[in-house]
T-cell receptor, first 115, second 115 residues
């Protein structure tokens, strides 16, 4: 079935370090890809998305490029801040047998940024 | 704009008891989702409503879980009787029409502990 595999955490970085969180997917069709973020004490929120191959999603200094050839959607940021500390979820959306667009999430990667 | 509201935020019950969660989606959103997020895992879709009709309940354990969305607005999710493995965070989300282009907005979740 459709699935998402993402880098296991936790990940701890110093402020201003470069961040990469790996995400690969398996899907029978052509999914849309997402990164969601969950800040401490808050609900999940969409960080960025890409709906077709070679699309780049970006938001708040984060970027991810939809790579069909490597079935990947790695999250990157050039210089992380303490406020980026959160749990990051990679997800895909594809039409299900019921005709709805269904989100399938990875297990999440906990990121901690130390000053 | 008010976000997705959920209550209660926390609930502790003993196994075999029943419990109900409530969700109020963003005004005007036709699509409502219930997810189960077990510790260390990504959210898993339990049920999706389009207005007051069920679109996908393929992963809902129907022997003990039930959900309804009367009048196409608020929704309740019930577990009866609860098992230890039901301990999780139950997330409600809503989107405009359930399409890929429509962002899913998540509530803060209800953390259920079954003893």
């Amino acid at each position: 079935g459709d699935s998402v595999t993402q880098m296991e955490g936790p990940v701890t970085l110093s402020e201003e370090a470069f961040l990469t969180i790996n995400c690969t997917y398996t899907a029978t069709g052509y999914p849309s890809l997402f990164w969601y973020v969950q800040y401490p004490g808050e609900g999940l929120q969409l960080l960025l998305k890409a709906t077709k191959a070679d699309d780049k999603g970006s938001n708040k200094g984060f970027e991810a490029t939809y790579r069909k050839e490597t079935t990947s959607f790695h999250l990157e940021k050039g210089s992380v801040q303490v406020s980026d500390s959160a749990v990051y979820f990679c997800a895909l959306s594809i039409a299900s047998n019921f005709g709805n667009e269904k989100l399938t999430f990875g297990t999440g990667t906990r990121l901690t940024i130390i000053p | 704009e008010a976000g997705v509201a959920q209550s209660p935020r926390y609930k502790i019950i003993e196994k075999r008891q029943s419990v109900a969660f409530w969700c109020n989606p963003i005004s005007g959103h036709a699509t409502l989702y219930w997810y189960q997020q077990i510790l260390g895992q990504g959210p898993k879709l339990l049920i999706q409503f389009q207005n007051n009709g069920v679109v996908d309940d393929s992963q809902l354990p129907k022997d003990r879980f039930s959900a309804e969305r009367l009048k196409g607005v608020d929704s309740t999710l019930k577990i009866q009787p609860a098992k230890l493995e039901d301990s999780a965070v139950y997330l409600c989300a809503s989107s405009l029409e359930g399409l890929v282009r429509d962002t899913q907005y998540f509530g803060p979740g209800t953390r259920l502990t079954v003893l």
